[in-house]
């Protein structure tokens, strides 16, 4: 079968791979879209320290059910469409003992820590299928990726009290718009790039700010009052918006950590501890969260067209990479479309 793979930093290929079958517990899905993540474009850029080479990329994903494996249950047929929970969890350690199994101690990714779903076929736990027969194959891409700022919402406990400052419009940013504009509260979007921020107010935020060309410090102390925003929603991975995120919020607040910034980053410890800021990791999703998005996405409002930059096949995966690490500020959603 054909499958997408990173041999190296910055070197695409394209490999033959034997189709995998379905054992003891697993179902053998046939893929028909998979979205770049930018933990992909790390990947490429040899910039992600959980990876090792060669590497299928790839936890976006689109499929349809082939075979099932002994032992899964009843529920589960062949033709089914379906979006995947790409992470583990090992049921063991201090997280998933907590119930927390997004955080597990030693999950391994799709595309990360193991090969993801850029390939024709993949072979995945049954637990970790979600079915849904009224999103479309490429609705179903998207839902992983929305997922993530759901998430991030739902750790910040937001309400239709909160204003909310959101760091970064790419799709985990704009799922956290999305989610908190849901919930209520006023959004407000920051970015370098005004098409995302254009974006972004449609899908919710209230007020959209490109930091390059407008003080964000005035711009924030108009909005509200005088006093910072009640939530700050890191999802820029930025050592800039990381310091911006406690420099703005207002006292009490909370502080949703979502990005990994690529260097160290040094703060003031007065920053959080006279203001007695909640700062808050948020990593990965729950199937709560998935269920979450779905239910959203089912609504029809979610501007598909706008958010996917490309759809490609897979032979243009190595350019398409290229193209993205040279510019990736113009991209917003690479999907692969695997012709079936």
Not at 237 to 247: D, K, V
Not at 250 to 273: D, M, N, Q
Request: glycine share 8%; charged share 20%; proline share 5%.
């Amino acid at each position: 079968m054909k499958a997408i793979q990173i041999v190296s930093p910055r070197q695409v290929k394209i490999a033959e791979l034997p189709v995998p079958c379905a054992g003891r517990g697993e179902v053998l899905l046939q893929i028909k879209y998979v979205g770049f993540c930018g933990s992909d474009l790390s990947t490429y850029l040899g910039k992600n320290s959980m990876v090792q080479y060669p590497r299928v990329p790839g936890h976006e994903i689109s499929a349809l059910v082939v075979a099932l494996g002994e032992e899964v249950p009843v529920g589960f047929a062949p033709g089914q469409a379906v979006t995947v929970v790409p992470y583990t969890n090992c049921g063991q350690c201090s997280s998933c003992r907590k119930g927390r199994y997004n955080a597990c101690r030693y999950n391994q990714t799709l595309g990360v820590q193991r090969d993801g779903a850029m390939q024709e076929y993949i072979v995945v736990p049954w637990q970790k299928l979600v079915i849904n027969k009224e999103l479309t194959p490429l609705e179903l891409a998207m839902v992983e990726p929305l997922t993530v700022g759901f998430h991030a919402v739902d750790r910040g406990r937001i309400t239709d009290v909160d204003t909310v400052l959101v760091f970064g419009c790419g799709m985990i940013g704009c799922g956290a718009i999305i989610r908190a504009a849901h919930r209520g509260a006023v959004v407000i979007a920051v970015d370098v790039a005004d098409k995302k921020l254009e974006l972004a107010r449609e899908i919710g935020a209230a007020f959209c700010i490109n930091s390059l060309t407008t003080n964000l410090h005035e711009r924030l102390m108009e909005i509200t009052g005088g006093n910072g925003p009640d939530v700050v929603v890191e999802a820029a991975g930025n050592s800039a918006t990381y310091r911006a995120a406690l420099e703005e919020a207002s006292f009490a607040a909370r502080v949703l950590c979502i990005g990994y910034a690529k260097e160290e980053i040094s703060f003031e410890t007065r920053l959080w501890v006279q203001k007695e800021i909640d700062i808050l990791g948020a990593r990965n999703a729950t199937p709560a969260d998935f269920e979450a998005v779905v239910s959203y996405l089912k609504q029809g409002s979610f501007p598909l067209d706008e958010l996917v930059t490309r759809i490609i096949p897979p032979e243009e995966a190595p350019a398409a990479m290229a193209s993205w690490a040279a510019d990736p500020g113009s991209v917003m959603k690479i999907l692969v479309k695997f012709e079936q």
